[in-house]
């Protein structure tokens, strides 16, 4: 079954007392029971949910995995994850990875579990097959990443953590699983924001783990219920919701981004702009190769900090703000905003950058909007 298909009809079956095609919002904390132990398959809701199964369900087969788990921010997933780990683990995580995920690693886990890592720039195998040691765990990618939108080799990384005995796991926010699916590449585990591309509108805040085996899922699951950050079934309802439209959306994400880029890089007010589907960029091969499209993220760089601050203080329809993924286009700074976390860190970002998160406005309004930024 296609892609597109499955977004709308994987684990969205009509309702069976009523036929709604939509899956229904199942708004209760607890489930009436038959007997002790009698129940049709739900007991309280932070173990379970009707809306929030779906969901899972319908993730875990776009990603090609064994199985989805959700929570109650992308965050919230990634903290799950983490505690799989033993005490003292080691982790390898990118030079370039979201500024909240450095700082779960290092000033929550590495203080509250003696989590040790290292940060390497994972697009040199030399350096990360170096950085990964006897005690490494997980070598965490994000692939672009965010927000200089390196292209990084999965399968290729993949390979690595395997012959060290750890896992290879993915946040695939980014690119979705419309562009990239990392299982398929050797991933053992991929992570999403379903807050970004998952939910699409920015009325929704969520995360998801896609699994692989029968024991990390069960193992997952069990932490999920114990630790409890999971979503209501509003927010899982909205996912739903935005799943529908996910291929259309990200072919028109990837339509205008790719429009965006070209623009900027021709601007003489421009220093330099990262995204992956200009030939120039670093990573344009290899994520032609293992992308289906290169995505709705572009970021750049203009000659001091106060031009960026003043670009993204002049745009009219792209809003500043942070987050990205939705149909409106975004502007931000990252090292004052999203990136402040890593302010003073070795994953400090430039000063001088600007992230975009290119919508499906049209593209002609788009760029006129930065053209009058930029002048």
């Known amino acids: 079954m296609h892609f597109e298909t499955r977004a709308i009809h994987a684990g969205q079956e009509p309702e069976p007392a009523y036929g709604a095609v939509s899956v229904p919002i199942y708004q209760t904390s607890t489930y009436a029971q038959d007997e002790v132990g009698g129940h049709k398959g739900y007991e309280y809701a932070r173990t379970g949910n009707p809306t929030r199964t779906a969901l899972q369900d319908a993730v875990a087969s776009l990603e090609d995995g064994y199985g989805a788990l959700c929570f109650s921010s992308g965050m919230a997933a990634e903290s799950t994850f983490f505690y799989l780990l033993e005490q003292g683990a080691h982790v390898v995580v990118g030079d370039d990875v979201y500024g909240g995920t450095y700082r779960l690693v290092a000033r929550v886990l590495a203080p509250a579990m003696g989590l040790e890592f290292d940060t390497v720039d994972l697009t040199d195998l030399e350096a990360t097959r170096k950085a990964i040691r006897d005690e490494t765990r997980v070598v965490w990618v994000e692939t672009p990443t965010n927000p200089l939108l390196k292209i990084v080799d999965i399968a290729a990384v993949a390979e690595l953590a395997h012959e060290a005995g ?70 899982c309802f909205l996912v739903l919701r935005g799943l529908k439209t996910l291929a259309v959306r990200m072919e028109a994400h990837c339509r ?52 960026a601050m003043k670009v993204c203080a002049g745009t009219r329809l792209f809003f500043l703000a942070e987050s990205l993924g939705g149909v409106e286009s975004l502007i931000e700074h990252p090292a004052t905003m999203t990136h402040a976390s890593v302010a003073g860190s070795p994953l400090e970002v430039p000063a001088n950058l600007v992230r975009l998160s290119v919508g499906i406005e049209h593209p002609d309004d788009l760029i006129e909007d930065l053209a009058q930024a930029l002048s």
Do not use: W
Not at 286 to 300: F, H, I, K, N, R
């Open 256 to 307: 205008n981004a790719g429009l965006v880029a070209e623009y900027l890089a021709a601007h003489p007010r421009v220093k330099r702009v990262y995204y992956p589907g200009l030939p120039d960029h670093p990573g344009h091969g290899l994520a032609a190769s293992q992308m289906t499209g290169y995505g709705g993220m572009v970021s750049l760089e203009l000659e001091t900090p106060e031009e």
């Open 166 to 235: 750890a896992l290879c796991v993915v946040d695939n926010t980014f690119a979705s699983p419309y562009l990239q699916r990392p299982i398929s590449l050797g991933a053992d585990a991929v992570i999403h924001s379903a807050t970004k591309y998952l939910g699409g509108h920015s009325d929704v805040v969520g995360g998801v783990i896609v699994t692989t085996t029968t024991e990390m899922h069960e193992r997952l699951a069990f932490l999920q219920n114990a630790a409890g950050a999971v979503p209501g079934p509003l927010d």
